[in-house]
Structure formats: structure tokens, C-alpha cells
């Protein structure tokens, strides 16, 4: 062996030892920043407690590289994206906000302090579809059932504009198992996004959007009239003996039907709706009228309930649609009227 064989062999050997000794990464250890406990594992492949990610969510059972414990339980209260919460003091107003969702507490709206949260209704909240398979727009308010004093505000803006003054608060009655009215409408500002309505209990709640419209027909008269030959199909009645009035003099409009069915044992079952408005608008070729507390279904004289919505009417020669979507605080009723003008 020569003695620049020699050398060369000395060097490699002093080589390894330096490249073993700097922890270089084999296919064995993974790196020296790549323990099995977690402590130090930035990339959150194991279970564990440490930074894991981004340094301030550390419950993750499990993490993807980048997210951290986000993706594993996590712990505190997570309830969304969106969710806020804050602990309320009945000595003094509270208010939450989410980008588009808001709720103002009034000072004493309850005798003792509560931990309140909020976050916007999407899709996968909704325990059953509204009537005409409307939308919510809406929030999940909690604690879930807990009740108030003095109501709650809540704000909200609508995804497109509507046309209409007012919409029906709508929330959805867990024992019932049926989406009802709060007994109250809320209020559309005149841009047709920014809604407000209150509260006196917490739950899912919201009001429904889009709210069907009829197809847009001509000008509306100032008298029109279907006596007993219109007809009208909801979720909760239907009938081929609907009439409708409308008077725009006398600020009339208002609709009315009787239905009756035959038991198996011979009982007939009647019902009946009537809906009439306490203020009418015109609305380009639209007439709606408001509901606010009027009365409506009557069921075999089991209940006769004050109602709140909206009737929407359009004409086309002598053809006339109503679409009605109200609520009362045992039902929606959410349905359309036709006829033909005397």
C-alpha cells in the first residue's frame, strides 16, 4: 500500500465518523427532528403535546404535517369556524359579532350570569328541510333552550336581496320535531340584505331565504276578487274552495279556504285557513301583505293561531297567484293560491 493510499483511506474513515457523529438522516431515525413522543415533531406525525404545528393548539391526537391539533378532538369550547362566545353579566349589555351574524343582550335579560355562544346556521345544522326547501339564515344560539327576560337582538344580512318588508322567524321545535314560528317577524331594511329580529329563547333560529315568489305577472287592479273557485296547496292544508280579496282602497287583502276529509271511521276532519294582512305594500307588479298576529289555521277547534308572514300576489290577465309563506308557533304553513278573478 502506498502511503497516498493510506491517506485517502484515513480520510474517508474520519469522514463517516464526522457525517455519524453531525446526525445526518437515514432511513432508520428520520431525522433528528422527528421523535416518536411528539415533543418536538413540528410535522404532528405522532400522538403527542408539542408545538405540533402552529405553536398554540396542542390537544391534536393526530396531526397532518401543517395543521396541528386542529386536526385532531381538541379541547375548550369548538363549535366552528365561526363560533364565538363570551360570558354574559346581567348588570351590564353584551354584545357578539361574527362577519355575519350579531347579537346585542340587554342588561337583566336574565337573573344570573351565563356563558352565551353564537355561530351562523350552515346547511349540516338544519335538522329537517324548511317548507318550499327554503334556506335559513340564521344562527345556532346556546346554550340551547335557555330563556330571557328581556329579548335578545339579533342582526343579520341575507346572501341576495329580497323584496319583501318583513320575513317570518322561524325556529325548529326539538320535542315537535317540525320547524315552527317564534311569534314574531323580523324586520328587512330597505337595502333587502340587513335583517333584525329578536329573540326570547335560544335554539336554532333564523328566518327563511329565498322566500318563493310568484312569476311576476302585470299591473295589479285596484279590486280583485276569487270567491270559493281558487286553489290552494301548503304543507299543512289544501283546498279547491280558496278565496281571496283584495281591495286597494279599503287596504285589503286577505285569503280564506275551508277543507274537510273522511276518516276511515267515518269522522270528517275540517280545516281551515284564514290569513289577512295588517299592512299592504305594492311593490312594482307585486302586492304583499304583511301578517302580524292575525289569525289563521283552525283545525277541528283544537286551536285557531295568530299567524306572521307574508302573501305575495301577482296578476296576469285574470289569473292571479298568492305564494304564502307564515308561521304560527305550532307550524309553518308555506304553500300557494290560484284562481281567476270574477
Given at each position: 500500500?502506498?502511503?497516498?493510499?493510506?491517506?485517502?483511506?484515513?480520510?474517508?474513515?474520519?469522514?463517516?465518523?464526522?457525517?455519524?457523529?453531525?446526525?445526518?438522516?437515514?432511513?432508520?431515525?428520520?431525522?433528528?427532528?422527528?421523535?416518536?413522543?411528539?415533543?418536538?415533531?413540528?410535522?404532528?406525525?405522532?400522538?403527542?403535546?408539542?408545538?405540533?404545528?402552529?405553536?398554540?393548539?396542542?390537544?391534536?391526537?393526530?396531526?397532518?404535517?401543517?395543521?396541528?391539533?386542529?386536526?385532531g378532538?381538541?379541547?375548550?369550547?369548538?363549535?366552528?369556524?365561526?363560533?364565538?362566545?363570551?360570558?354574559?353579566?346581567?348588570?351590564?349589555s353584551?354584545?357578539?359579532?361574527?362577519?355575519?351574524?350579531?347579537?346585542?343582550?340587554?342588561?337583566?335579560?336574565?337573573t344570573?350570569?351565563?356563558?352565551?355562544?353564537?355561530?351562523?346556521?350552515?346547511?349540516?345544522?338544519?335538522?329537517?328541510?324548511?317548507?318550499?326547501?327554503?334556506?335559513?339564515?340564521?344562527?345556532?344560539?346556546?346554550?340551547?333552550?335557555?330563556?330571557?327576560?328581556?329579548?335578545?337582538?339579533?342582526?343579520?344580512?341575507?346572501?341576495?336581496?329580497?323584496?319583501l318588508?318583513?320575513?317570518?322567524?322561524?325556529?325548529?321545535?326539538?320535542?315537535?320535531?317540525?320547524?315552527?314560528?317564534?311569534?314574531?317577524?323580523?324586520?328587512?331594511?330597505?337595502?333587502?340584505?340587513?335583517?333584525?329580529?329578536?329573540?326570547?329563547?335560544?335554539?336554532?333560529a333564523?328566518?327563511?331565504?329565498?322566500?318563493?315568489?310568484?312569476?311576476?305577472?302585470?299591473?295589479?287592479g285596484?279590486?280583485?276578487v276569487?270567491?270559493?273557485?281558487?286553489?290552494?296547496?301548503?304543507?299543512?292544508?289544501?283546498?279547491?274552495?280558496?278565496?281571496?280579496?283584495?281591495?286597494?282602497?279599503?287596504?285589503?287583502?286577505?285569503?280564506?279556504?275551508?277543507?274537510?276529509?273522511?276518516?276511515?271511521?267515518?269522522?270528517?276532519?275540517?280545516?281551515?285557513?284564514?290569513?289577512?294582512?295588517?299592512?299592504?305594500?305594492?311593490?312594482?307588479?307585486?302586492?304583499?301583505?304583511?301578517?302580524?298576529?292575525?289569525?289563521?289555521?283552525?283545525?277541528?277547534?283544537?286551536?285557531?293561531?295568530?299567524?306572521?308572514?307574508?302573501?305575495?300576489?301577482?296578476?296576469?290577465?285574470?289569473?292571479?297567484?298568492?305564494?304564502?309563506?307564515?308561521?304560527?308557533?305550532?307550524?309553518?304553513?308555506?304553500?300557494?293560491?290560484?284562481?281567476?278573478?270574477?
Open positions: 500500500m502506498t502511503h497516498r493510499t493510506a491517506r485517502i483511506i484515513a480520510a474517508c474513515v474520519a469522514l463517516s465518523a464526522l457525517l455519524l457523529i453531525a446526525g445526518c438522516p437515514t432511513n432508520a431515525t428520520e431525522g433528528a427532528n422527528d421523535t416518536l413522543d411528539g415533543t418536538t415533531d413540528n410535522g404532528g406525525d405522532a400522538t403527542g403535546t408539542g408545538t405540533d404545528g402552529d405553536g398554540t393548539d396542542n390537544s391534536g391526537t393526530i396531526g397532518d404535517g401543517t395543521d396541528g391539533g386542529d386536526d378532538q381538541g379541547t375548550g369550547d369548538d363549535q366552528g369556524d365561526d363560533a364565538v362566545s363570551q360570558t354574559y353579566d346581567p348588570t351590564t353584551m354584545a357578539l359579532q361574527t362577519d355575519t351574524l350579531q347579537l346585542g343582550v340587554p342588561a337583566a335579560a336574565t344570573e350570569t351565563v356563558t352565551i355562544t353564537m355561530r351562523p346556521a350552515t346547511a349540516a345544522d338544519l335538522p329537517s328541510a324548511l317548507p318550499d326547501n327554503a334556506d335559513l339564515a340564521g344562527g345556532v344560539f346556546g346554550p340551547s333552550g335557555q330563556t330571557f327576560d328581556e329579548s335578545v337582538e339579533v342582526s343579520l344580512q341575507l346572501s341576495a336581496a329580497t323584496i318588508p318583513v320575513l317570518p322567524v322561524v325556529t325548529y321545535d326539538e320535542a315537535a320535531g317540525k320547524w315552527v314560528g317564534t311569534g314574531s317577524n323580523a324586520t328587512v331594511a330597505p337595502n333587502g340584505i340587513d335583517v333584525t329580529f329578536t329573540l326570547d329563547h335560544f335554539s336554532i333564523g328566518v327563511p331565504t329565498p322566500v318563493p315568489l310568484p312569476e311576476a305577472g302585470g299591473a295589479v285596484s279590486f280583485i276569487i270567491s270559493n273557485n281558487g286553489s290552494f296547496t301548503s304543507d299543512e292544508i289544501s283546498s279547491d274552495n280558496a278565496a281571496l280579496t283584495y281591495s286597494e282602497f279599503g287596504d285589503t287583502f286577505s285569503i280564506s279556504m275551508t277543507s274537510q276529509s273522511i276518516g276511515d271511521d267515518l269522522s270528517i276532519d275540517t280545516a281551515s285557513l284564514g290569513l289577512t294582512a295588517v299592512s299592504v305594500y305594492q311593490l312594482g307588479n307585486y302586492v304583499v301583505g304583511v301578517c302580524s298576529g292575525g289569525r289563521s289555521l283552525f283545525n277541528g277547534g283544537d286551536f285557531n293561531e295568530p299567524a306572521f308572514g307574508v302573501m305575495i300576489m301577482a296578476v296576469s290577465g285574470k289569473s292571479v297567484s298568492v305564494s304564502v309563506f307564515a308561521t304560527t308557533l305550532e307550524r309553518v304553513i308555506a304553500g300557494t293560491l290560484t284562481g281567476q278573478t270574477l
